[in-house]
């Protein structure tokens, strides 16, 4: 299926990938936006939803994170569930772009002790993957979130943002095909010495 939008020249499956480098824009009405657009294309039974794969899903996860907004929070948690409940009713497709590795990943970033900074490198960087895009104003507007800098963030925020992680990974509990464990899905892949390194220090 190669569905366009009216007046663009770009099916949507590439359309939905350009707008990814925004989701961290500096300018938070753009943040907003891209995630109020990419929901909609979602709740649109006649669109494609083939973009809606690892990229997408880890870029929602890192919104709840980094975050400071409320606004930008709940619109990411909003989309997270749309497409979490996409992803469970085509069989095996969830398993396939929630892998076990990339859950617990996601599980180590919101453990992360408060105060000590986020691994960044399990971030999913659209930067460096999205061809044909020109990337967005770089300036690193999750820089103080990311450094769990207490002196410039609250811990208000802070603790907002890991209940937001939360409550989206148990979403991802629910939304989980009953016939597969997801216990076994997050440990039949991984080697027996991989331990989740998150830990208070």
Known sequence: MNTRLTGSSLPLSTLAQTLFPFFRHTIPNVRLAVVKTLHSFMVVPTLPKDWIATPFASLLFQNLICE???????????????????????????????????????????????????????????????????????????KNMLA??????????????????????????ICWPTEVSILLALFSDLPSNTYISAKPH
């Open 68 to 142: 400071e907004r409320s606004d930008i929070r709940d619109a990411s948690l909003s989309a997270w569930r749309t497409a979490l409940t996409m992803l469970s009713e085509a069989p095996g497709r969830m398993e396939n772009v929630v892998t076990p590795q990339l859950i617990l990943d996601w599980y180590e970033i919101m453990m992360t002790p408060v105060g000590i900074a986020v691994n960044v490198s399990k971030f999913y960087n659209p930067a460096t993957h999205v061809e044909g895009t020109a990337p967005p104003e770089r300036h690193n507007v999750d």
């Open 148 to 173: 769990q800098d207490l002196s410039l963030i609250t811990v208000e925020v802070t603790l907002k943002a890991r209940v937001a992680t939360a409550t989206g990974l148990a979403y991802l509990m």
